[in-house]
C-alpha cells in the first residue's frame, strides 16, 4: 500500500489543531476548577453567558460576578505568552526553523480561538433574536415597550395622557439615582414623557409639575393646593402644581 507524503503545510495544520484542542480541554478544566461545578455546566454557561447581550457575568453562589470574557482573553494572552517565550528562547538558541514554527502556531492559534468566540457570539446573538421575535412578533409597539420599561414606560404614558401642552418637571425621589437601577429607570421616564413633560433641560423655566419616584413620604411634596394625576402605589405620582 503507497502512502502518499503528507504535506507540511497540512502536517503544520494538523499540529496546531491538535494544540488548540488540548487548550479548549485546559481552559475547560481551569474554569471548572475555578467554579466548582460540572463540566456540562460549564459548557451551559458559556452558551447561556458568554455572549448573550448584556449578560455575559457568571452569577453564581460562589463566586459572583465572574467575568467570562476577561478570563477568556487572560487565558488566550498567556498561552501566547508563554509561546512567545519559548520561539525568543529558541532564536537566542540559534534554532530558527522551531522558532519561525511557533510564531506561525501562534498565529494559527489566535485565528482559531477568535474565530470560535465570534461563532458562539453570532450563533447566541441569532437564538436571542429568534426567542424574542417569538414572544414579541403578535404584540403592537406600545405592548413591546411596556413589556422591556414596565412600570416606568406605563407611568410615563398615564402622565401624557393627562396633561396638555408643555411642561417643566422636577424629579423628586429618595433613590441613589447616580448608580443602578435607579440610574436607568429614571432615564427610561424622562424619555417616554418628553415632550410633553420636560425634566432637567431647562431649569429657568418654572417648574409646575412634580415627579415623584419611590419617595418615602409623598405628602411632604405634594401642597394641598396641588393636583394629583397620578399615582402607581404611591411609588409613581404626577402632580400639577397650583
Given at each position: 500500500?503507497?502512502?502518499?507524503?503528507?504535506?507540511?503545510?497540512?502536517?503544520?495544520?494538523?499540529?496546531?489543531?491538535?494544540?488548540?484542542?488540548?487548550?479548549?480541554?485546559?481552559?475547560?478544566?481551569?474554569?471548572?476548577?475555578?467554579?466548582?461545578?460540572?463540566?456540562?455546566?460549564?459548557?451551559?454557561?458559556?452558551?447561556?453567558?458568554?455572549?448573550?447581550?448584556?449578560?455575559?457575568?457568571?452569577?453564581?453562589?460562589?463566586?459572583?460576578?465572574?467575568?467570562?470574557?476577561?478570563?477568556?482573553?487572560?487565558?488566550?494572552?498567556?498561552?501566547?505568552?508563554?509561546?512567545?517565550?519559548?520561539?525568543?528562547?529558541?532564536?537566542?538558541g540559534?534554532?530558527?526553523?522551531?522558532?519561525?514554527?511557533?510564531?506561525?502556531?501562534?498565529?494559527?492559534?489566535?485565528?482559531?480561538?477568535?474565530?470560535?468566540?465570534?461563532?458562539?457570539?453570532?450563533?447566541?446573538?441569532y437564538?436571542?433574536?429568534?426567542?424574542?421575535?417569538?414572544?414579541?412578533?403578535?404584540?403592537?409597539?406600545?405592548?413591546?415597550?411596556?413589556?422591556?420599561?414596565?412600570?416606568?414606560?406605563?407611568?410615563?404614558?398615564?402622565?401624557?395622557?393627562?396633561?396638555?401642552?408643555?411642561?417643566?418637571?422636577?424629579?423628586?425621589?429618595?433613590?441613589?439615582?447616580?448608580?443602578?437601577?435607579?440610574?436607568?429607570?429614571?432615564?427610561?421616564?424622562?424619555?417616554?414623557?418628553?415632550?410633553?413633560?420636560?425634566?432637567?433641560?431647562?431649569?429657568?423655566t418654572?417648574?409646575?409639575v412634580?415627579?415623584?419616584?419611590?419617595?418615602?413620604?409623598?405628602?411632604?411634596?405634594i401642597?394641598?393646593?396641588?393636583?394629583?394625576?397620578?399615582?402607581?402605589?404611591?411609588?409613581?405620582?404626577?402632580?400639577?402644581?397650583?
Amino acid at each position: 500500500m503507497i502512502q502518499l507524503p503528507i504535506k507540511k503545510d497540512t502536517l503544520f495544520c494538523l499540529k496546531t489543531l491538535i494544540c488548540f484542542l488540548l487548550y479548549s480541554l485546559l481552559y475547560i478544566f481551569i474554569l471548572k476548577s475555578i467554579l466548582d461545578i460540572p463540566y456540562v455546566a460549564v459548557i451551559e454557561a458559556h452558551k447561556e453567558r458568554l455572549c448573550t447581550p448584556n449578560s455575559d457575568l457568571f452569577t453564581l453562589k460562589n463566586i459572583k460576578d465572574f467575568h467570562i470574557y476577561s478570563f477568556t482573553y487572560f487565558f488566550m494572552v498567556l498561552i501566547v505568552t508563554s509561546l512567545y517565550i519559548f520561539a525568543i528562547i529558541n532564536y537566542i538558541g540559534k534554532n530558527f526553523s522551531t522558532a519561525r514554527s511557533i510564531k506561525r502556531t501562534i498565529l494559527l492559534f489566535m485565528f482559531f480561538c477568535f474565530f470560535l468566540l465570534t461563532f458562539l457570539q453570532q450563533s447566541s446573538r441569532y437564538n436571542v433574536l429568534t426567542k424574542d421575535f417569538a414572544v414579541t412578533k403578535k404584540r403592537s409597539e406600545s405592548d413591546k415597550k411596556s413589556m422591556l420599561f414596565k412600570e416606568e414606560y406605563e407611568f410615563a404614558i398615564r402622565a401624557k395622557n393627562k396633561l396638555s401642552g408643555r411642561h417643566q418637571a422636577e424629579f423628586l425621589t429618595d433613590l441613589k439615582c447616580d448608580e443602578d437601577p435607579c440610574i436607568i429607570n429614571s432615564r427610561i421616564i424622562k424619555y417616554f414623557l418628553y415632550p410633553e413633560v420636560t425634566i432637567g433641560f431647562d431649569n429657568k423655566t418654572k417648574k409646575d409639575v412634580n415627579v415623584l419616584y419611590f419617595v418615602n413620604d409623598p405628602q411632604k411634596y405634594i401642597n394641598d393646593k396641588d393636583e394629583i394625576l397620578v399615582n402607581m402605589n404611591n411609588e409613581y405620582i404626577l402632580t400639577l402644581r397650583k
